[in-house]
Protein backbone atom coordinates (compact mmCIF):
# COMPACT_ATOMS: atom_id res chain seq x y z
CA UNK A 1 0.00 0.00 0.00
CA UNK A 2 1.56 3.32 -0.86
CA UNK A 3 1.67 5.98 1.77
CA UNK A 4 3.13 9.38 1.92
CA UNK A 5 3.39 10.77 5.38
CA UNK A 6 3.87 14.61 6.19
CA UNK A 7 5.83 16.36 9.15
CA UNK A 8 6.94 19.23 10.58
CA UNK A 9 4.87 21.77 10.27
CA UNK A 10 4.01 24.12 13.86
CA UNK A 11 3.76 27.93 14.44
CA UNK A 12 6.19 29.97 13.58
CA UNK A 13 7.02 33.81 14.09
CA UNK A 14 7.62 35.63 10.70
CA UNK A 15 11.37 35.46 9.85
CA UNK A 16 11.02 32.40 11.26
CA UNK A 17 12.32 28.91 9.61
CA UNK A 18 11.00 25.07 9.15
CA UNK A 19 11.71 22.02 7.80
CA UNK A 20 9.01 19.94 5.99
CA UNK A 21 9.42 15.73 5.93
CA UNK A 22 7.44 13.98 3.57
CA UNK A 23 8.69 9.60 4.05
CA UNK A 24 7.14 7.48 1.53
CA UNK A 25 6.60 3.85 1.21
CA UNK A 26 4.82 1.07 -1.03
CA UNK A 27 6.17 2.30 -4.33
CA UNK A 28 9.44 2.82 -6.01
CA UNK A 29 10.22 6.09 -4.49
CA UNK A 30 12.89 7.17 -6.70
CA UNK A 31 11.11 6.90 -10.11
CA UNK A 32 8.47 9.94 -9.40
CA UNK A 33 8.62 13.64 -9.05
CA UNK A 34 7.48 14.80 -5.36
CA UNK A 35 5.60 18.56 -5.06
CA UNK A 36 4.79 19.64 -2.05
CA UNK A 37 1.77 22.00 -2.40
CA UNK A 38 -0.36 24.27 0.04
CA UNK A 39 -3.86 25.29 0.66
CA UNK A 40 -4.65 28.41 2.78
CA UNK A 41 -8.01 28.71 4.75
CA UNK A 42 -11.02 29.92 1.30
CA UNK A 43 -7.75 29.06 -1.41
CA UNK A 44 -7.28 26.77 -3.77
CA UNK A 45 -4.24 23.99 -3.23
CA UNK A 46 -0.68 25.59 -5.12
CA UNK A 47 2.28 24.27 -5.77
CA UNK A 48 5.20 25.56 -3.93
CA UNK A 49 8.22 23.26 -4.92
CA UNK A 50 8.63 20.14 -6.83
CA UNK A 51 11.68 18.00 -7.55
CA UNK A 52 12.45 15.56 -9.81
CA UNK A 53 12.82 11.37 -9.53
CA UNK A 54 16.96 12.28 -9.21
CA UNK A 55 16.67 15.30 -7.82
CA UNK A 56 18.70 17.07 -10.31
CA UNK A 57 15.53 19.19 -11.30
CA UNK A 58 13.66 21.56 -8.66
CA UNK A 59 10.78 24.02 -9.71
CA UNK A 60 9.78 26.79 -7.45
CA UNK A 61 6.39 28.98 -7.28
CA UNK A 62 8.02 32.72 -7.44
CA UNK A 63 6.50 33.43 -4.24
CA UNK A 64 8.86 30.93 -2.60
CA UNK A 65 11.94 31.70 -4.53
CA UNK A 66 14.97 32.30 -2.29
CA UNK A 67 13.24 31.52 0.39
CA UNK A 68 12.65 27.59 0.52
CA UNK A 69 14.66 24.62 -0.62
CA UNK A 70 13.14 21.38 -1.89
CA UNK A 71 15.59 18.43 -1.54
CA UNK A 72 15.28 14.60 -1.30
CA UNK A 73 17.06 11.69 -0.06
CA UNK A 74 15.75 8.61 -2.16
CA UNK A 75 17.76 6.14 0.13
CA UNK A 76 15.27 7.63 2.87
CA UNK A 77 12.84 7.12 0.78
CA UNK A 78 12.06 10.98 2.01
CA UNK A 79 11.91 14.43 0.67
CA UNK A 80 12.45 17.55 2.70
CA UNK A 81 11.08 21.29 2.71
CA UNK A 82 13.41 24.07 4.00
CA UNK A 83 11.66 26.71 4.74
CA UNK A 84 13.16 30.30 5.97
CA UNK A 85 12.50 33.97 5.91
CA UNK A 86 8.27 32.38 6.74
CA UNK A 87 6.13 35.22 6.43
CA UNK A 88 2.25 34.88 7.39
CA UNK A 89 1.14 34.29 4.07
CA UNK A 90 2.81 30.96 4.07
CA UNK A 91 0.37 30.31 6.45
CA UNK A 92 -1.55 26.79 5.23
CA UNK A 93 -1.36 23.17 5.32
CA UNK A 94 1.52 21.82 3.38
CA UNK A 95 1.09 18.24 1.78
CA UNK A 96 3.43 16.28 -0.17
CA UNK A 97 2.20 14.25 -3.51
CA UNK A 98 3.88 11.80 -6.05
CA UNK A 99 3.69 12.73 -9.71
CA UNK A 100 2.52 10.28 -12.40
CA UNK A 101 5.34 9.06 -14.09
CA UNK A 102 7.62 11.52 -16.46
CA UNK A 103 5.89 14.32 -14.82
CA UNK A 104 8.31 17.14 -14.65
CA UNK A 105 8.66 19.21 -11.48
CA UNK A 106 7.48 21.98 -13.64
CA UNK A 107 4.58 20.18 -14.98
CA UNK A 108 3.49 19.21 -11.51
CA UNK A 109 3.76 22.32 -9.53
CA UNK A 110 1.17 24.00 -11.69
CA UNK A 111 -0.77 20.87 -12.21
CA UNK A 112 -1.86 19.49 -8.81
CA UNK A 113 -4.33 17.04 -11.06
CA UNK A 114 -0.96 15.20 -11.88
CA UNK A 115 -0.66 13.49 -9.04
CA UNK A 116 -0.98 9.76 -7.44
CA UNK A 117 -0.74 9.82 -3.85
CA UNK A 118 -0.90 12.23 -1.23
CA UNK A 119 0.20 12.97 1.98
CA UNK A 120 -2.26 14.13 5.23
CA UNK A 121 -0.93 17.25 5.37
CA UNK A 122 0.77 19.22 8.20
CA UNK A 123 -0.09 22.40 9.06
CA UNK A 124 1.93 25.24 9.13
CA UNK A 125 1.13 29.00 11.05
CA UNK A 126 3.20 31.94 10.69
CA UNK A 127 2.26 34.54 13.33
CA UNK A 128 3.38 36.59 15.66
Known amino acids: QSQLVDSGGGLVQPGGSLRLSCAAS????????IGWFRQAPGKEREGVSC????????SYADSVKGRFIISRDNAKNTVYLQMHSLRPEDTGIYYC?????????????????????WGQGTQVTVSS
Open 97 to 117: AVGLRFTTPQALCVTPGLTQY
Open 26 to 33: GFIFDSYT
Open 51 to 58: ISSGGSAT
